[in-house]
């Protein structure tokens, strides 16, 4: 493989080469967007705290935002950027305020992303307007080489709600952009520093299935520095998939290596070489890629989860039809029904039902919500519906004694013993 190892004849030009003011620039960015983390957390208030009392306590800084939990003694502040919060913390961590001594640090997230495999001509504007579509963003930026101040093709974004988060990471994986396809995968903030934000890892993709070697994969990318990890990713039936990972000892060494080795070409293949999400370590990251490719694939057939049959009752929110459902004359059409609402209920809002106190509930919803230790004993169909039979048993519409048409007595027939 490494004697086959040539760089493309009709490699799209370099861009010239951007100022040293402009490098700067770009670096300085991506640092204070890497230090903006402006929600800190109070702990250990004292009792009957309130938001008048923060926002007198915080008087010499600009709060955007302030919720006191009285019953567990927090407070979630937002400040008016990162520099302050840091300052915040330097000030009052373990300050005596009113006999108790508090704590404040930084909010940890649940709503950080990276997204990798972007065109490495997009900038910053153009990225922003790719993440804001899903939501309100609290903060995102690109990653730079620190020597030429280019693009690396990957940048985080952090939003201000999980909700927001989750339905990025769902959109954009797979996502086509450019000649790229994109991948969107959670991160720990832990990872978000001035180091660690730079990937030791290399994605190589467009290889050629089932004929891969990775001893003449590690040969092709050790001509400058050798990875200590390289691995094809493995299909489903078990032979090599069209993509592997390599990691390197460090990220000098693998921005150097993805520079000499993107657009080479290999036994007439023209290879892509991106970097990785950074933090995870090679084998962690090639699991990563091989799991989202399978989301991918399962997404672009349209397949849904398999729901068990109390799942599907529970994310009903309209009485009237579970009602209908319950009814004699509907038995020959409940399964069908049941499905339909199923689909449709998952690409919908979830339902208010887990909210509520079950005795608060319709009479239809809390037979229905006796259910739950129901298992299915048959392999569920391609689309994930639940076995007619079980379905059957559940809903009391398959051979059953004469019951009377109350629906005290069918709610008895209903429980399962």
């Not at 952090?158 to 991948?183: H, P």
């Not at 039936?237 to 657009?263: H, N």
């Not at 299915?376 to 004694?401: F, R």
Request: net charge positive; hydrophobic share 40%.
């Amino acid at each position: 493989m490494a004697a086959g190892a040539e760089r493309g004849a009709a490699l799209p030009a370099e861009p010239p080469p951007l100022s040293a003011e402009e490098v700067a620039r770009r670096l300085a960015s991506t640092r204070r967007e890497l230090g903006n983390r402006r929600k800190i957390l109070l702990r250990n208030l004292p009792a009957e705290s309130s938001s008048q009392e923060i926002h007198d306590l915080f008087k010499d800084y600009e709060i955007k935002y302030c919720y006191v939990d009285r019953n567990k003694r927090t407070a979630f502040v937002t400040l008016l950027n990162g520099e302050q919060a840091q300052s915040a913390i330097r000030r009052f961590h373990q300050h005596c305020l009113r006999g108790k001594e508090i704590s404040v640090q930084l909010q940890p997230t649940d709503a950080l992303l990276c997204i990798t495999n972007l065109p490495l001509s997009l900038g910053i504007e153009e990225f922003e307007e790719l993440v804001r579509a899903y939501g309100n963003v609290e903060r995102c930026f690109l990653v730079y080489s620190e020597l030429t101040g280019r693009s690396k093709g990957y940048g985080f974004v952090e939003y201000m709600k999980k909700d927001s988060a989750a339905k990025a990471r769902l959109e954009l994986l797979g996502k086509q952009l450019e000649d790229s396809t994109l991948f969107a995968q959670w991160m720990d903030v832990n990872q978000l520093t001035t180091n660690l934000i730079h990937s030791k890892c290399l994605c190589v993709d467009k290889l050629q299935k089932d004929c891969a070697d990775s001893k003449e994969l590690l040969q092709a990318f050790s001509l400058k520095y050798k990875p200590v990890f390289c691995q094809f990713a493995q299909d489903e039936e078990g032979g090599s998939g069209d993509f592997a990972v390599l990691e390197y000892e460090s990220a000098e060494q693998a921005e150097s290596v993805r520079g000499a080795m993107d657009g080479a070409t290999i036994h007439g293949r023209r290879l892509q070489v991106s970097f990785c999400a950074p933090g995870a370590p090679g084998r962690s990251t090639l699991a990563a890629l091989i799991a989202a490719q399978r989301m991918m694939r399962n997404n672009r057939k349209g397949l849904l989860p398999e729901p068990n049959p109390v799942q599907i009752m529970k994310s009903f929110n309209n009485p009237a039809m579970l009602q209908m459902l319950l009814q004699p004359q509907l038995r020959g059409h409940a399964v069908t029904l049941v499905l339909l609402l199923w689909q449709s209920s998952l690409l919908g809002s979830t339902s208010s039902l887990l909210l509520q106190s079950p005795a608060q509930l319709p009479l239809p919803q809390q037979q229905l919500l006796k259910m739950e230790n129901v298992q299915a004993n048959s392999k569920p169909g391609l689309l994930g519906e639940p076995p007619a039979m079980l379905l059957q048993t559940v809903l009391g519409i398959g051979v059953m004694p004469a019951v009377n048409s109350g629906l005290a007595a069918r709610g008895e027939a209903l429980k399962c013993k």
